[in-house]
């Protein structure tokens, strides 16, 4: 971790919470929002948020499933997200939340009016603002917590330590 955290704190809130307190709990508000109010299906916010995981390379969010009424993304999901392009796991909605997420994250000055077109033609205005807000959130918030040693540290609640945070520290 790049932070010193008191050994009788959570890393998590303590960085989000006490060093920064005008801003992490703001910060941890919106992360929380997008998770308790989108409107987004279930495939498709998680194949944006797992594509910006990957991209950032954040261990918990890779570990991560989002859970919406006891349903989770199937086993397989993350390793159909390695070939989004072409797998036939995906619905054209899905394709394109990782695409934008994808892009959003890479290569946001080529956002063309032809992938707005496929956007606009599957998506309706304020989805691609909420999916929008969402990459954002997943971005920003999840290359802060890789970039300062705290992808490993995140508790996952009412289970402990990410796995990736155990297996990052065995190694």
Request: proline share 4%; aromatic share 10%.
């Amino acid at each position: 971790m790049i932070v010193d955290v008191p050994e009788d704190k959570d890393p998590i809130a303590y960085v989000w919470g006490e060093m920064v307190p005008g801003i992490g709990p703001a910060a941890a508000g919106f992360s929380l929002a997008v998770y308790a109010h989108t409107t987004l299906g279930l495939r498709e916010f998680e194949a944006a948020r797992l594509r910006i995981a990957q991209l950032n390379g954040c261990a918990f969010c890779l570990d991560w499933r989002t859970e919406r009424d006891g349903e989770k993304v199937e086993d397989g999901f993350l390793d159909a997200l390695a070939e989004w392009r072409t797998t036939d796991a995906f619905d054209e909605r899905t394709r394109l939340a990782t695409e934008y997420a994808e892009r959003y994250a890479l290569d946001h000055h080529g956002l063309d009016e032809e992938f707005w077109a496929r956007m606009t033609g599957r998506y309706s205005q304020a989805e691609i603002v909420e999916l929008s807000m969402c990459i954002g959130s997943w971005w920003a918030f999840g290359r802060l917590n890789r970039v300062l040693g705290l992808d490993t540290a995140c508790v996952l609640p009412g289970a402990g330590r990410s796995p990736a945070g155990e297996r990052r520290r065995d190694k």
